[in-house]
């Protein structure tokens, strides 16, 4: 009774954009048995046997977490290259290097090493869990960084299988699994990759053109509603109105004559991003349409994919009639970053309330151009066509 009322909050957090993301793990007495700094490679408990066995059962179960769409990092206080030396080399290893989507090894505490890893992959303090072996730094952490969650830790290894399920049913509940959930680990190590380029780029342009992004817009059907919804579900920072919509809702906003429900994938020279951009507009007369909802993937926030998003919406908006598109914006305690969009955009003020402010954008006289550095195709297949 107790396991299924929890799933039932944890499926509740979940429809309400409350869900943790990353799964950040201590190394020594954690990943595997003893001190690597004092045992040696050779020395640590990880196996097919006794003790070990029981750290390798852990890492499956950590590695089928991350299948599912759950990130990992480590913040572990150890000398970086012999830790390494264990990811990539130690033949009990189910966990690799290109596992983790961020890696804080260092002697810093780790509550900074906790800070730099929510920034590096640009999620909030909230959405970190943390499991160490050692009491005294887990009090360090519930004590600095009251937003991770630390949970208990049992002290027998034979334990840790078991004490990770429980966590991940009720931490890291998904209410369904997509396509995207399978590959956001590699997409977040490809997003290292992309950091990287862009700091070695002469201007924010070149670095645009270098990545060679190309993007595809499409209307909602069976197959993306579900990635959809579960965009709207969580999204935080840059989400314009944070309205949240289920799988039903979305459905119904994709076949409604006075709306569109419409999607926004992003690809570049590292490889795919998936279906990371959710815009829905509700037709208000025959003149005008408003943009209920839009937001974008953390991934891919600053690489001007919302200007070509908002492009192609006044693009079909003219298609249907509208010359005045309205844009919304519902300040939250998270998506300050999408405040000055409209604005930014050429639209103007249009109202404000204590909750919202509105913005109004003519389309007979203004329009929204295209961002040379990205490619757009318009996908197939609408019903509003």
């Known amino acids: ?18 869900v943790r993301k990353c799964l950040v793990l201590d190394l020594d007495d954690t990943l595997w048995g003893g001190i690597l700094g004092e045992d040696g490679i050779e020395g640590i408990t990880l196996g097919e046997e006794g003790l070990g066995l029981a750290f390798a059962e852990f890492q499956i179960e950590l590695l089928n977490l991350r299948r599912k769409g759950v990130l990992l990092a480590i913040a572990s206080k150890n000398n970086a290259d012999e830790a390494l030396a264990v990811l990539r080399s130690h033949p009990a290893m189910r966990l690799r290097e290109e596992h983790f ?17 929510a920034a590096e992959l640009d999620i909030g303090l ?11 730094e887990r009090a360090l952490v519930r004590t600095r960084l009251p937003e991770v969650l630390v949970p208990e830790w049992p002290s027998d290894p034979a334990e840790y299988r078991m004490a990770l399920l429980e966590l991940a049913a009720t931490h890291f509940y998904r209410v369904r699994i997509t396509e995207e ?28 053109r270098s990545l060679s992004m190309s993007a595809r817009i499409g209307f909602a059907d069976g197959v993306t509603i579900p990635r959809i919804a579960q965009l709207v579900q969580k ?7 944070t309205r949240r919509y289920t799988e039903a809702e979305v459905a119904y906003f994709a076949s409604a004559r006075d709306a569109m429900a419409l999607w926004l994938e992003l690809d570049d020279r590292f490889g795919p991003n998936g279906l990371v951009g959710v815009m829905i507009l509700r037709q208000q007369d025959s003149s005008a349409w408003r943009i209920d909802t839009l937001l974008l993937s953390c991934r891919v926030i600053g690489r001007t994919a919302e200007n070509t998003f908002l492009a192609q919406a006044c693009k079909l908006v003219r298609e249907r009639g509208g010359t005045r598109l309205f844009g919304e914006y519902r300040p939250s305690a998270r998506n300050a ?35 040379a550095w990205i490619e757009v195709q318009c996908a197939p297949g609408s019903t509003h066509a």
């Open 1 to 18: 009774m107790r396991m299924a009322a929890g799933r039932y909050a944890a499926a509740v957090l979940t429809l309400t954009g409350r």
């Open 101 to 117: 989507a961020s890696l804080r090894i260092n002697w810093d505490d780790k509550a900074a090493n906790l800070r730099a890893i």
């Open 126 to 136: 909230d959405s970190l869990v943390f499991i160490d072996d050692c009491p005294a």
């Open 181 to 208: 959930d399978f590959t956001r680990g590699e997409s977040y190590r490809l997003q290292a990759e992309r950091r990287k380029l862009a700091s070695e780029a002469a201007s924010i342009e070149d670095y645009y």
């Open 235 to 241: 999204t935080n920072q840059f989400n314009l109105t």
């Open 337 to 371: 970053v999408a405040a000055e969009l409209y604005a930014k955009l050429g639209f103007q003020p249009a109202g404000q309330s204590e909750e919202s402010a509105l913005w109004e954008l003519d389309l007979s006289s203004s329009d929204i151009p295209m961002p």
